[in-house]
């Protein structure tokens, strides 16, 4: 069984850091192309950033230069390092497997404000 867990979100203020986790389990995950979502209150949930299993990377325009992605196929773990933050940036954050696409975790709550 396909299971996502996120960890890392919090409170920061305008321009602070992140890091975000994502640990997956019941998936070949070294296999999967991997991606972070988020969804603020009242919108749609977006693609934020991808990581395909080959390490290729891509990212929303809103986030690039700010957010990376990465991860440990060791671990089975995905992160979303944040930086610069902003309040437009807040939202529950989740992780997705592009080959599990409907296996969502709890989310993970970011929140930017001073």
């Known amino acids: 069984q396909v299971h996502l867990v996120e960890s890392g979100g919090g409170l920061v203020q305008p321009g602070g850091s992140l890091r975000l986790s994502c640990a997956a389990s019941?998936?070949?995950?070294?296999?999967?192309?991997m991606r972070w979502y988020r969804q603020a209150p009242g919108k749609p949930r977006e693609l934020v950033a991808l990581?395909?299993?080959?390490?290729?990377?891509n990212y929303v325009d809103a986030v690039k230069g700010r957010f990376t992605i990465s991860r440990d196929n060791a671990k089975n773990t995905v992160y979303l390092q944040m930086n610069s933050l902003k309040p437009e940036d807040t939202a529950v954050y989740y992780c997705?497997?592009?080959?599990?696409?409907?296996?969502w975790g709890q989310g993970t709550q970011v929140t930017v404000s001073s």
């Open positions: 990581i395909l299993r080959g390490g290729t990377t």
């Open positions: 019941g998936i070949m995950f070294s296999f999967n192309a």
């Open positions: 997705n497997s592009a080959d599990y696409p409907n296996y």
